[in-house]
């Protein structure tokens, strides 16, 4: 089969933005535990974040989530960034936490609210063009809770009028990605439930508006790495979110529930090209991102262990030996084609892995070199008093 | 509350169509029971379904399965059908048996297997001229069992150009309609599993090609009106597979499982236009089916249990009061518009059908008037010998 | 069929307790929105609760949640319920929202934790003296977010001995009630996950330890009522929390979700013995409460559509024709045996209650009489400043 | 991290039961797909069985399915096999395919009815006794489609009365288990759908009766290794039928779909004590057998190739660092731990296996030597004519 060294250029390019919140505390409905160091803003995210990338060389952007991390001046932060080694990435609206959104917010039947969401968004355009930021991602979490609550139908044709109002505020290099949710924190109906429904509301919209996979937003059971190939074939994958789950959104690290499952994605991912070079204008087709919670596990060591894990899976979808397994699914022979995918899933990149980091000036075991660095214990002892960040601020 | 009086005339068009094969025997993988009386010839099961129309008025068409009901004049089939009463419905392709199809048949990497799979749609074409058949239904089995026993890129592409070479030997006035499935018989993936793999590809055929909503062949959770909502909306609901389900693809009497499910399935397409008057043409935009198996209860009093659920859940669905409806969702009147739901599932309109079928000439207990009428021992009598009809023949 | 008032005496003792709870504020880990109104002090959750009951005469226990509802001196707080005409119920513990429980309570590691949650329970047995109440409900947050985490065999024989200590010390007429959950909080394994752990645990424990059925708490597509069967039969029911859910466990307001099942499940409890005249000794064998989230709903009006909802799936329940089911059932007449079943489903008895509670001396429409008070314009007005109840206090 | 040189001597002794019906043809209730070669009678089965421990030296038992496997002379056959080189394992009774048993056996409402499916077990137990059995494996297709269509309790207590008169007849050797199953191919209720059912079942019958897991058989999302634990802590993990699954009862190759499940299944399988030496008395407490269909794959290769994928995840389990793991876990050092595990399930033990086999006088690839044998071609061409076995015959 392919030997790593074969593919060793083509991880070269990779690059997983950062969300900024994973710095921050998290949890559940009943209980966010903080902990010792969690950044009190985003400069303190920021340098939590380039912690992730100095180490591992796989995380040069950060994607920042409005209002989570207002700032006055967003050229001071893009420089801010740029002086600690990443860029700012991927803007994340919200409107989620507002009292006015309580019935929803693109979709609200409530004209002024509808505009106060949109307005929201030309907003967060506004910060892109200061930021460098490429893409506008909307996750709603605009549904209902009982049947007959709302109007489905009205709710989806604001929802395409407010949408086509905020693209036709985009820049000519901006993008929007909208991402579709199956429920939470709607618990009957939500008004982008499926891939279907963001494709059709995306295309309806123009080249620029694309769909954002959030992997653990699917029904028990959907094939992911199949919406993968579609959305490639569509021309509509914008991004991802990457994380992992057992059960919901359980927004567990990426990898970490199935590893199975990531690498069949890669795999698809690398089939349908949405893996490699740039295109010319430096955009990537595809934005790789973590979507993550680490509600009981150290952060920064678990954004490591993300980006690692999307790295480990996407070496081995590389070494995938096409040509064989064309070859044997063509011959209809399933168990030899399958034991192809499979040769490339078992073996162990590793080792292989850490000698491309040597080879780059990395550290061979990025968790050990974070463990000895000492940050944790420094940003423990030097950030005591103000407010820890959360989703709530 | 709107009364029953004041929606009767809207119960009047209502039309299911029955699927030929409910009346032929049906099972699992485990065991298929038969059962005295089961048709051995599609005659028998026109008989058997105009048995339904009978006492029901609601089953006007019987949908067809190629080749299970293949004859060698379809002509002659039609009178056949017309002097029962009743008038021959949807064709339905069948690429799921021939051992040509193991590993595909739109989808196939071989070309000559792939025209055998075209071609019989031709075949299924040329019959709906002669049976003066609207819809042409596909339904695909294609997929497969392990990651990397195909390639599910290519299989897509080579879907899409054969559905549009079937589209383009359909009639003026003929429809195609094809059916998504979430798994069962692949297991690992479906080529058509989802509402948005189905509207893309007839999205991309043209205005004559729709998507078919089996009600049993979504993951666990969906929310199956908002799909109804959304294909309503871009006009692309072509058909109901109607059948009901606890866990898979069970296949059990549409209302059974979830009667609530049903009615809202219903409010959404009332809302969405998809319910009343004929076109211009005398084609219904929406063709209401049933795809059940009557695994171990009486297959024809099973028929009818379906289309009086399907018309009560009709019935209800067209009493809520939509006035008092928006109104309570525009004020954010959670309670209030929940509660106008409900009030309209809840009402007992068994009473008011039994008069309106009365008032008809039919009797007011369909079931009872089925059971006094000595068809089923007359059949049970009169069918010996034979090869009873089942999904293999 | 069996007609209303043939039943009305089996109403009479119906009763269903609140969780006082249900009266704060709650939401998702986006967003917890406020009302006017919400009370501050379990003294007002009392006085909201006592508006349910009066409306209704249904609700006449309201759940303790210790320590969100704890208080200087119980029996002061004991004849002030008395006061409204409610009585204090169970008492649930807490063992998720202390830091020290992060990684586990009655199942920690560390001994010292364990204790500190082995002498919660010790403060509530304390309580329930002071309260009268006779259940102590455990709900445990326990368990792991990733494989590997914990050792789930220790966790668990820690568990025994947690509870063994606990159970040791109840009163003779208290008893243990043991809740079991699918997932969340925790994400990769719950302690208690299911039916069959929680059996096995207080099965250990003895007569006094019963299991606790959550219906939010089951994985999709599980039979719950046949769960209700098996516990009845093991002699293990000893509680309900009920509410719906269409995905999680949404907490939505029983009956929203899926009438049917919530119909099914309470034709089980008549058919096991769950239901009916308390034991000799005032107790209930078993006892039907409520755990609902009322986020985007009123509260107390949320409450009143519940245990109505109940009463009235309960009379459902009690409208089946036995002796004809058992006929049928016997005589393998599929149809016939579930078309008893639904007769009684799709029977309305709402007018009929309304007749009930008017002779009762109840208001004919809960809800609206509720809704023409005044009650809740008054405590928007009077409850102003403070901290209004969430899950937090 | 320990090596595979000093796990090599725990792997020594692995045995997997392969089942016989996995030879024959299998499909789903669309098709049934033929291939050449196929076995006609339990002889031509267990010929090819011995293929798959010849090559593997993992498989040397082979459990049997009445009737399918019926044949005059048992002693003979027992003979037969060993002259093949494997024995004769588990006996699996049937009691799904009879006419009597369309709406039960073991728990059927007509006592003759259920007479006839007792005696199918005795008549197993004779069997059993003739072959040299340990285990009577009891899986019941028992349930209903419809609500209200059985009497569930009544039901419940008929299964234990007729489990108790199977449990009276086992010699003092022998074990019944009794399997569960979440559903199909009933569809509303299953009569055993869930591990607590069957642990209340066979702990009601004494220390010869144990529960059979089969790792197809559950609702989505369940975690299946939290069940191995439960079990072998209650003492009352029998055996294992391994498949996997993406959806339902799927019966896909073992770890085939979710290698990483697997893995910690096995994990707790080697934690709990299931894993290791036999008994004093030569039996295992625990006992592994396949429970698959090769639907659309070669099925000798088919086998092969599962029995390998339990022995790779045997290796990487035992591999496990359970000293470090322990540490970590009791640290709460949820990262560290984890990895812990993680590292053990990235290790590629292939190479080493291989190794293993070798120094056996295995060959290094088993799949490649079978290939090389001839024996597919062989017995394509030797068994023509006669019916193919299936699950029919």
Not at 151 to 166: F, K, P, T, W
Not at 306 to 323: F, G, I
Not at 357 to 365: H, S
Request: with cysteine; glycine share 10%; charged share 20%.
């Amino acid at each position: 089969m392919t030997t790593l060294n074969s593919i060793a250029g083509q991880l070269d390019g990779q690059a997983i933005e950062l969300p900024s919140w994973a710095f921050g505390n998290s949890g559940t409905r009943f209980k966010v535990f903080a902990t010792p160091g969690t950044p009190r803003t985003i400069q303190e995210k920021l340098a939590d974040a380039a912690q992730v990338h100095g180490v591992t060389g796989l995380a040069p952007k950060v994607a920042l989530h409005i209002p989570w991390d207002k700032v006055d001046d967003y050229s001071a932060l893009r420089e801010f960034a740029g002086d600690l080694g990443v860029a700012l990435g991927t803007i994340n609206s919200n409107t989620f936490q507002d009292d006015a959104y309580k019935f929803g917010s693109l979709t609200h039947a409530d004209a002024a609210i509808r505009q106060q969401a949109i307005d929201h968004h030309f907003e967060c355009i506004d910060i892109m063009h200061a930021t460098g930021s490429q893409d506008l991602k909307i996750w709603l979490a605009d549904g209902t809770n009982y049947p007959g609550q709302g109007d489905m139908r009205g709710r989806q044709d604001r929802l395409a009028d407010s949408l086509e109002q905020i693209y036709a505020r985009l820049g000519s290099e901006q993008r929007l990605v909208l991402e579709y949710k199956f429920f939470e924190p709607a618990f009957y109906h939500t008004d982008v439930p499926d891939w279907g429904t963001s494709y059709a509301q995306v295309a309806a919209l123009g080249d620029k508006a694309m769909v954002c996979l959030d992997t653990g937003h699917h029904a028990p059971g959907t094939n992911i790495e199949f919406i993968v190939m579609q959305l490639l074939r569509l021309g509509k994958l914008g991004s991802f979110d990457f994380n992992s789950r057992f059960y919901a959104d359980d927004d567990l690290i990426v990898g970490a529930a199935d590893p199975f499952q990531l690498f069949r994605i890669m795999v698809e991912v690398v089939r349908g090209g949405g893996y490699g070079p740039a295109n010319q204008d430096g955009s990537s087709p595809v934005a790789f991102m973590l979507d993550q919670c680490h509600n009981v596990e150290d952060k920064i060591p678990g954004q490591i262990r993300s980006v690692l894990n999307v790295q480990e899976m996407t070496a081995r979808a590389l070494l995938v030996d096409r040509a064989a397994l064309d070859a044997a699914q063509t011959a209809g022979d399933v168990l030899g084609a399958n034991g192809i995918l499979m040769d490339a899933f078992y073996t162990d990149v590793r080792g292989d892995l850490a000698a491309w980091r040597e080879g780059r000036g990395l550290p061979a075991d990025p968790l050990a070199a974070y463990a000895a660095s000492g940050y944790q214990a420094q940003i423990a002892a030097d950030r005591v008093g103000g407010t820890q960040s959360s989703w709530g601020a």
